[in-house]
């Protein structure tokens, strides 16, 4: 059965039995019902807050807030209670009471519950530390995009999304709409990337790269399944391994809550129609949640009308994802889980005849709990497989023909797990502690055409094992000092892999076999906060960090345009040494401003390096260049400036330049290719849910080069994106949102042909919320 067939099938059989989850046996002693309300400090109702009433010891059940604040509990029995209540920026509150037995009457205990805003420094993550922390205590560089920053986007991808951070860039500028997902390659602050990705890219903890390439598929997880995304900026390998180069990025999925339906739907210019939903359940400890999302697009046109010729077509896409998670839980701090989740996408790359399309399948388990002494365990185990093809052509000077050089097939297999365990000790250090293993089976076959006809079959490949173990410990020096001490140790084997070539008019066969060869790395970290008060703190950081080749880069060539991009097998680790001073001020309840100065440098950089250049083709092979260095500022601000108005603002300076290179001494100095200079982002937003929400984005990028000699410049550029939206009912809520309001035209890659950034892209649609 096709993916789309099935996500609908599973999606609104779950639907469907949602009001049968809810359904409840015979009460014993039941005495009445819990319900209230609640505000926020101006009185005003606080919508979708999530209402915890806890039976204890640990008999849990939840609500959520309806528009006008309100919640029920029926079928409350005698004993002692616990009611707790957050909702995305307001602090949590709790509350304890007693209900006592009256066989005779029935009755209703109200608990109003008024909400306070969250200073961003309380605000919970998991990322920074591998386990639960304040923000304002984590020993990095964190933002924190929740889910009403990611409503209140006009952009339709989460990668489009993440621009709005300060340092964050993609290899290519072009949006995931329409770009080859092998150029989805992510780094932060200036570090540069090719297809690899430089950081590592997370959901609920699972790698989300790319286990043969390390790109990101970012479609795979549902937009409206997403809760919260944590980007951890700096090198991170001292916890994470082989790709956190220059930071990590989690995509935190929202937990099954008592039935609730969300979706989004919306159509808009260019033939563009999306649809994405979550659904929940939770009957007692078990809980389940179904989430997916439909896509398609017809896109638009690469090249500008003066270069365009017969051989070129609309660049556009679609994809299904569908993701379904049950959970059990055994008290509030043990729970079980399954998870597993359907991906396939189809993409036109702008030209008749190329074309690439994937399908993967993913099951994630695991556990975690906490024990008597006060240990927290997490355990994940996960396995992906995956299909990708890939056509690859050369196109005639004028652009009116084109012929096929390569069909490609990429399989590949890999499968994990995660472990760590956490713990308060003495009140003063927090130990974090744990292990990973992933292991990766791919190859790339290939038909080789010459002649408009196939001439060859080259089938290259192997094996890839990592592994690595970290321990940390967060100590409270003093009231004001903190000091964060981790490190890791890492090993990756490379085995099993050769290169076959077949001549199909002869038939001879020219294997080569590659010996197999490992290698470690041991990055530690050191971080010390100084906090003068709740308003004012200090961060000092030094770190190594490193990346291993990834079979993609070892064994894989492609194709853009009329630039060839040769694998080697020879390739070595990265290795990252860097340092960072950041401050944090907050100098009322309003405003909250972060600074943060960083110093990197990377030996053996895996970049693709210009072979030769002809007036047909551009040959380039990817070699560790030498020495890379990238230094500069980042800089945030958050001003809640009247009683529905906010402003998010951030600004980067990388100056990121080739410092060594052996191999071709006319590259020391340039800039490194795909990273600007200056990067600004801005957004302002009124957001008062009784009658209108809106906001507008604005993003400026500096100039870039697309190659390493620095011969292809692209320009700066601005773009805005804006949203709107106003509820109709307390049901159903309409929008409409657009990117590159003002039709910016902007230049994503020179191949050397020019391609083109996304035009205007208008949609509106609908919002449903249905909740208990």
Not at 163 to 169: L, M, W
Not at 607 to 623: A, E, K, M, W
Request: charged share 20%; hydrophobic share 35%.
């Amino acid at each position: 059965m096709p993916i789309q067939k099935t996500l609908i099938l599973i999606a609104f059989s779950f639907i469907a039995v949602i009001p049968s989850f809810g359904r409840q046996g015979p009460a014993r002693m039941q005495t009445g019902r819990v319900t209230g309300r609640v505000t926020d400090n101006r009185g005003d109702a606080v919508k979708g807050g999530r209402v915890v009433l806890t039976r204890l010891p640990n008999e849990a059940r939840s609500a959520t807030t309806d528009d006008d604040g309100r919640y029920v509990f029926g079928s409350a029995a005698p004993g002692d209670y616990e009611i707790r209540v957050t909702a995305a920026g307001f602090g949590a509150f709790s509350k304890k009471f007693s209900l006592s037995p009256d066989p005779g009457e029935k009755t209703e205990t109200t608990i109003d519950a008024v909400l306070e805003p969250e200073r961003i420094s309380e605000t919970m993550t998991v990322t920074p530390a591998r386990a639960e922390i304040r923000l304002a205590d984590a020993p990095a560089s964190v933002s924190v995009l929740d889910s009403t920053d990611v409503r209140a986007a006009g952009a339709q991808t989460v990668d489009d999304m993440l621009r709005q951070v300060p340092g964050f860039s993609i290899f290519r500028r072009s949006s995931s709409i329409v770009a080859n997902p092998t150029t989805q390659g992510v780094s932060l602050r200036g570090a540069g990337a090719s297809g690899a990705s430089r950081t590592l890219v997370l959901t609920d903890g699972v790698p989300l790269n790319d286990a043969f390439g390390g790109w990101v598929y970012w479609d795979r997880v549902p937009r409206a399944s997403v809760d919260r995304i944590e980007l951890v900026r700096g090198g991170s390998s001292d916890l994470y391994g082989s790709d956190a180069l220059s930071g990590v990025i989690n995509l935190l999925t929202r937990p099954p809550s008592e039935r609730i339906v969300d979706a989004e739907t919306s159509y808009g210019t260019r033939g563009t129609s999306d649809l994405t939903f979550f659904a929940a359940q939770k009957w007692k400890g078990f809980g389940a949640s179904v989430s997916g999302e439909a896509f398609r697009t017809d896109g638009y046109f690469l090249i500008s009308p003066q270069l365009r010729g017969l051989a070129d077509a609309e660049a556009g896409s679609k994809h299904r994802a569908l993701s379904i998670r049950l959970t059990q839980d055994f008290g509030s701090d043990n729970q079980i889980f399954v998870r597993g989740n359907l991906f396939d996408e189809d993409r036109r790359n702008g030209t008749r005849l190329q074309r690439n399309d994937t399908a993967t399948e993913t099951i994630a388990t695991g556990a975690r709990f906490r024990t008597a002494d006060g240990s927290n365990w997490n355990l994940t185990l996960f396995a992906n497989q995956q299909r990708f093809h890939q056509s690859f052509t050369a196109v005639a000077a004028n652009r009116n023909s084109e012929t096929i050089t390569r069909l490609q097939f990429v399989p590949s297999r890999d499968a994990g797990l995660s472990f760590n365990w956490s713990r308060l000790s003495f009140r003063k250090h927090l130990f974090v502690a744990g292990m990973d293993i992933r292991g990766v089976r791919g190859t790339s076959d290939e038909i080789v055409y010459g002649g408009g006809r196939p001439v060859s079959f080259v089938s290259a490949g192997g094996r890839q094992r990592r592994s690595g173990f970290f321990v940390q410990d967060l100590f409270n020096i003093s009231e004001k000092w903190q000091l964060a001490a981790s490190g890791r140790y890492d090993n990756w084997r490379d085995s099993s892999a050769a290169s076959v070539e077949r001549t199909l008019s002869t038939g001879v066969v020219r294997p080569v076999f590659f010996a197999p060869r490992s290698s470690d790395a041991f990055n530690p970290r050191l971080t010390l906060t100084y906090r003068a008060n709740d308003r004012f703190n200090m961060r000092f950081s030094g770190y190594r960090a490193f990346r291993a080749p990834t079979l993609n880069e070892l064994y894989r060539a492609f194709r853009v345009g009329d630039t060839l991009t040769q694998a080697n097998e020879k390739l070595v680790a990265e290795r990252l040494t860097g340092g960072e001073i950041g401050a944090t001020w907050s100098p009322s309840e309003k405003i909250m401003t972060r600074l943060t100065g960083f110093w990197t440098e990377t030996t053996n950089p895996i970049t693709n390096f210009t072979v030769s250049i002809t007036p047909t083709l551009i040959t380039r092979q990817r070699r560790n260049l030498g020495r890379i260095r990238s230094r500069g500022i980042e800089a945030e601000a958050d001003f809640n400036i009247a009683k529905y108005w906010s402003i998010t603002a951030g600004y980067l300076l990388a100056d990121a330049t080739v410092r060594q290179a052996p191999q071709d001494p006319n590259l020391v100095g340039l800039w490194i290719p795909q990273v600007p200079r200056n990067q600004f982002t801005l957004q302002t937003s009124y957001s008062n849910p009784k009658y209108v929400t809106a906001a507008i984005q604005f993003r400026a990028t500096g100039k870039q080069f697309d190659d390493d000699r620095n011969l292809f410049s692209l320009g700066s550029f601005t773009v805005i994106d804006a949203t709107v939206s106003r509820p109709l009912n307390r049901y159903i809520e309409v929008f409409a949102a657009a990117q590159n309001v003002l039709n910016e035209r902007f230049v994503v890659g020179r191949t050397p042909i020019e391609t083109l950034g996304m035009p205007i892209m208008f949609r509106g649609g609908l919002r449903l919320s249905l909740g208990k």
